[in-house]
């Protein structure tokens, strides 16, 4: 922060020091009244705060029929309250809440300029945030942020140069976008090809001494299509014993022993971050249902429903939306079931047997009766190495996606911080000083002042005049 700090003490030629006050009118919001909300379109857009913030503009999800502040088309909205210091660019006149404040630039200072140099001081104004409960910034702190100011000439070049940059950007980042969409498909059509038999159709001409044909009954809720040679259909209960957690949630503690929740279980893995922790008294108290084994799965039962992977190694506690899944050795490979759970034909199926209206969850008596493909035991083993190595790859390039989008958010915060150090575009010595446009700012605020004072001496005189003779 201070080297940040000691590199825009260092400004350019013709640029000068400034607090956000000087340059900007700030405009604090105030909530109006609930009574005056609405969600049918009366009234001005009314926004509350980063919720409503898109990449650019917010989007409206009420109006107010009686606002009581406003911002106008083309202020820069900042979030001041939880969190604080994210930005949007105010599309029509607008009612605007507490957790908001509008920024307008004085003096000429554009619309474009006061959002860039509001980015790139983001994360300076929300270490300014104070509160126990949530983070807040008042609006004295927030006239206060020094801000580097460019002449105006210079101001505009800085956008310019921006918008072409972050322009070639997004372009790159659309299709990171688009790629891992396709890796996205791409593992759901492998999925959905593996359980019609088809990624190992060759491997069965070539391995007809190892395979074994499974006889099961059939389910009676839904017609099977046909099958693969030695494949079969079967109640999901007949070959996979259910343990259903649903019950109380533990106390949680510090430290102790990991409780997965169904937000630890995503794409078949168990994901560490955001872990909580259970005693061992808490542990041994709620864990009665039955410990997992190795090789068991965890599914989630809602929020959301379907998800499922591989227990872990370590020991755990197990939250109230989730499943322990055994499958039948004799019968039913783990990993076959796993990915089989993950496919889009099965997870069809399961929405189908879906109940709730807020949120759709499913209960063991629901999944029992789902139908299940089941093929022989090393054709299952052959489905599961080969979708291995397929989702290994995806995840692979999934990873290099990841880190493309990290780059191109440093990227972009690189380039911000180059343009307010003046480094993005040459410096013109012909250009006016921000010291001028800092003078001519002032005095128009200070001119603005005396009127609005005169304006209200002269109403309280004859405030006082109607009552005094």
């Not at 980063?50 to 909205?77: M, N, Q, S, Y």
């Not at 580097?148 to 990171?176: C, H, K, S, T, Y």
């Not at 808490?282 to 965890?298: E, Q, S, V």
């Not at 197990?318 to 050795?329: S, V």
Request: glycine share 8%; with cysteine; hydrophobic share 35%.
């Amino acid at each position: 922060m201070k080297e940040s700090q000691s590199r825009l003490e260092q400004l350019p030629p013709g640029w000068a020091h400034a607090q956000l006050g000087d340059i900007a009118e700030v405009i604090l919001g105030q909530s109006p009244p609930s009574s005056t909300y609405n969600e049918s379109g009366k009234g001005l857009p009314f926004y509350q705060g980063k919720l409503e913030f898109g990449k650019l503009c917010p989007t409206p999800r009420k109006w107010c029929a009686a606002p009581i502040k406003i911002a106008e088309k083309g202020d820069v909205l900042i979030s001041v309250r939880a969190p604080v210091g994210p930005t949007n660019i105010c599309p029509e006149k607008s009612c605007i809440g507490r957790g908001l404040a509008a920024i307008r630039g004085l003096g000429g200072i554009g619309t474009l300029f006061v959002l860039y140099l509001l980015r790139v001081l983001e994360s300076e104004i929300a270490r300014k945030g104070t509160g126990t409960t949530f983070s807040a910034i008042g609006g004295g702190q927030l006239r206060g942020v020094k801000v580097p100011l460019p002449p105006l000439n210079e101001q505009v070049r800085i956008v310019a140069r921006l918008e072409e940059l972050f322009a070639r950007l997004d372009v790159g980042v659309e299709e990171l976008q688009k790629v891992k969409a396709q890796l996205k498909r791409y593992r759901q059509a492998v999925l959905k090809y593996a359980f019609e038999g088809k990624l190992t159709e060759e491997w069965r001409k070539t391995h007809k001494d190892q395979i074994e044909p499974q006889i099961l009954f059939q389910s009676e809720d839904v017609a099977v299509p046909k099958l693969p040679e030695n494949w079969a259909s079967a109640r999901f209960g007949d070959v996979t014993k259910i343990i259903d957690y649903r019950g109380r949630t533990p106390p949680f503690s510090s430290q102790g022993i990991p409780h997965i929740r169904s937000s630890n279980v995503r794409d078949g893995r168990i994901l560490l971050s955001g872990l909580k922790y259970v005693s061992k008294e808490a542990f041994d108290k709620y864990m009665t249902r039955g410990l997992p084994h190795t090789n068991d799965l965890l599914f989630t039962t809602e929020a959301p429903l379907g998800e499922v992977a591989l227990v872990p190694e370590f020991a755990f506690s197990l939250a109230q939306r989730l499943m322990i899944l055994r499958p039948q050795k004799a019968v039913l490979n783990s990993k076959f079931l796993l990915y089989q759970i993950m496919s889009p034909e099965f997870q069809g199926r399961l929405r189908g047997k879906g109940t709730g209206t807020t949120v759709t969850g499913v209960s063991s008596r629901n999944l029992k009766p789902i139908r299940i493909l089941v093929a022989p035991l090393a054709e299952q083993e052959k489905i599961g190495e080969e979708i291995e190595k397929v989702i290994s790859i995806i995840e692979t390039m999934d990873s290099m996606v990841g880190t493309g989008f990290r780059q191109a958010v440093r990227l972009r915060q690189s380039i911000l911080k180059s343009a307010f150090e003046g480094k993005l575009v040459p410096q013109d010595p012909s250009d006016e000083p921000a010291e001028r446009l800092l003078g001519r700012v002032r005095a128009d605020k200070a001119k603005s002042k005396g009127e609005k004072d005169t304006n209200r001496r002269n109403k309280s005189q004859l405030e006082l005049s109607t009552y005094v003779k």
